[in-house]
């Protein structure tokens, strides 16, 4: 069945650092879906990418969806300690969405 | 105001005796479904439900039963829980199927 890998598991940054997160599936994605989840807390939809190759801006972070529909990243840019918590990529939808791991941010003032 | 409610927020049980975890959406959503999320194994799906008395299972619903009888509730049942299904549980709700509402979570421990 359909796998999303998701890189790094952890990623430790210096407030002002820039963060990139890679989601990667074994099969072709209808959409890509993003979520944050601060700790202690549940996942919150950020957005999600439909089209091959798109590219969506929220303010500091940049969501892209790759070529073949395989992959995809979120990066942000100066990370902030507003942005620690754990980002989920998640391909497809209803019966066939597939969470990945996630990478869990933690931001040193 | 808009949200998914799950109750309760924190359970221990002992193994074998039944449970059921509520869920209920205010925003007339059609999708529903409910996942279990362990340390390094991110969400995994344990059953949707695409509308009332549409259920079907996801990647882990052994142990588990769920119900929709009315589209704004979607229970979680345990008949005989096991340590092995000691977790935190999350309910979802999406009007189309994409862009999920998450409840506040279940964390249920089994002894």
């Known amino acids: 069945g359909q796998q999303v890998m998701q890189i790094p598991q952890y990623q430790h940054v210096q407030e002002g650092e820039d963060f990139t997160t890679y989601c990667n599936s074994s099969?072709?994605?209808?959409?890509i879906q993003w979520y944050k989840q601060r700790p202690g807390g549940h996942p919150v939809f950020l957005i999600q990418?439909?089209?091959?190759?798109e590219v969506k801006k929220q303010k500091r972070l940049t969501f892209q969806f790759g070529e073949a529909k395989k992959n995809s990243s979120l990066h942000i840019t100066a990370t902030q300690t507003t942005d620690v918590g754990t980002y989920f990529c998640a391909g497809g939808g209803n019966n066939d969405m597939r969470f990945g791991a996630g990478t869990r941010l933690t931001v040193k003032p | 105001e808009a949200q998914v409610t799950q109750n309760p927020r924190y359970l221990i049980t002992v193994t074998g005796k039944k449970l059921t975890v509520t869920c209920s959406q205010n925003m007339n959503h059609e999708y529903m479904s409910w996942y279990r999320q362990d340390p390094g194994l991110g969400l995994r799906q344990i059953y949707y439900s695409m509308n009332v008395e549409v259920t079907d299972k996801g990647d882990v619903p052994e142990g588990y039963k769920v119900s929709r009888k009315e589209k704004r509730n979607f229970p979680l049942i345990l008949e005989s829980p096991s340590p092995n299904q000691t977790s935190l549980y999350f309910c979802?709700?999406?009007?189309?199927?994409?862009?999920?509402?998450f409840g506040s979570g279940t964390r249920l421990t089994v002894v």
């Open positions: 979802a709700s999406s009007l189309s199927g994409y862009g999920y509402t």
């Open positions: 099969t072709t994605l209808s959409n």
């Open positions: 990418l439909v089209k091959s190759g």
